[in-house]
């Protein structure tokens, strides 16, 4: 049983309603960004479908170029300079309100991305471009507003990282819970992994909560509530009272169990960064399938 904070995601403002947004849309101290993104494999390119249509007013979060452009591995984080010069190109600055919105998964990424180098003014729009297109609010096409350059200030809590070397240990020690946010044909290896050239499979011990299950369809998409995803976290049969860490392909969707483990009350959660595509690719890391 997880026990629920009464500072809650409401009195931390991590997610905001598109009524909300609508009606903010031109204050000056929001900053609205999309971090639409596919996998590698799909051969798209988020900024494209920005170019056809996004929410007015916002600019474009390239979660490629603001990860670690020196790593192997996929949307690592960057250095804190690299990702300030990324937020101050954007115009974001240490009193911006940032509101961030995706097509699809990535919107935790970025707001545990944001949370992490010390900006706490970071919320989600529930529901996202999906919702909002669905309920006919007005989209802008084009590039977008260039903004001015912005200082932003970071500090970097690097105790919310897991690294490979930890999650070994975590694997053979079984006294940390390990989900994985992954699909469940990714997770069990009947599928590919999204990655070139990685395998799919799991890691021993992980357990699969795939992250669409923490969106309601019937809800254009938006995030379901604290007490649903408690539920779903029982029925995978999820301990969450001890140390957690969270894993998906590359440390995107993982970002999503987080935000729902946090709005639950519990915030020692960690992320393991490499992710699958820094274990599947480890010629000596145990990877299991089914």
């Given at each position: 049983?997880?026990s ?17 947004l ?20 799909t051969?798209?390119f988020a ?6 249509a996004h ?16 790593s ?7 250095s804190?300079?690299h ?11 240490a ?21 992490l ?8 729009l529930d ?6 297109r669905?309920?006919g ?6 590039p977008g ?21 930890e ?6 020690s079984?006294e940390?819970?390990i ?10 290896g009947?599928e590919?992994s ?5 395998p799919?499979g ?7 909560t ?12 938006a995030f379901i509530t604290?007490e649903?995803?408690e539920?779903?976290f ?12 969270t894993?998906?392909?590359?440390g995107?969707?993982?970002a ?8 639950n ?8 960064d ?8 480890h ?5 299991l399938?089914?």
């Open positions: 049983m997880i629920h904070s009464k500072k809650d995601h409401e009195e931390m403002n991590w997610l905001v309603s598109t009524d909300w609508g009606e903010h849309l031109s204050d000056p101290e929001i900053v609205i960004i999309d971090c639409s993104w596919h996998l590698p494999d051969g798209k900024y494209d479908d920005f170019l056809q929410i007015p007013g916002a600019r474009f979060f390239d979660l490629n170029t603001a990860s670690d452009p020196d192997p591995y996929a949307n690592m984080l960057p804190a300079a990702f300030a010069h990324k937020a101050g190109e954007l115009g974001i600055g009193d911006s309100h940032v509101i961030v919105y995706d097509a699809g998964y990535v919107s935790a990424r970025v707001w545990w991305m944001f949370r180098f010390g900006h706490e003014k970071i919320s989600i529901g996202g471009l999906r919702k909002w669905a309920e609010r007005p989209l802008a096409a084009g507003p260039t903004p001015d350059r912005t200082s932003f200030p970071v500090r970097k809590a690097a105790d919310r990282v897991v690294s490979l070397a999650v070994r240990q975590a694997v053979v079984g940390t819970t989900l994985d946010a992954r699909t469940a044909a990714k997770f069990d009947r590919p999204g990655y070139p050239g990685v799919g799991y890691m021993p011990g992980a357990i699969n795939p992250w669409a299950l923490f969106f309601d369809p019937n809800r254009n998409f604290p649903q995803a539920a779903v029982a029925q995978a049969g999820v301990d969450l009272s001890g140390p957690v860490i894993t998906c392909g590359s995107v969707t993982a999503i169990l987080g935000f729902m483990i946090e709005r009350g519990k915030g020692d959660w960690r992320l393991y490499g992710s699958w595509h820094e274990w599947g690719q010629p000596d890391t145990p990877k399938t089914r």
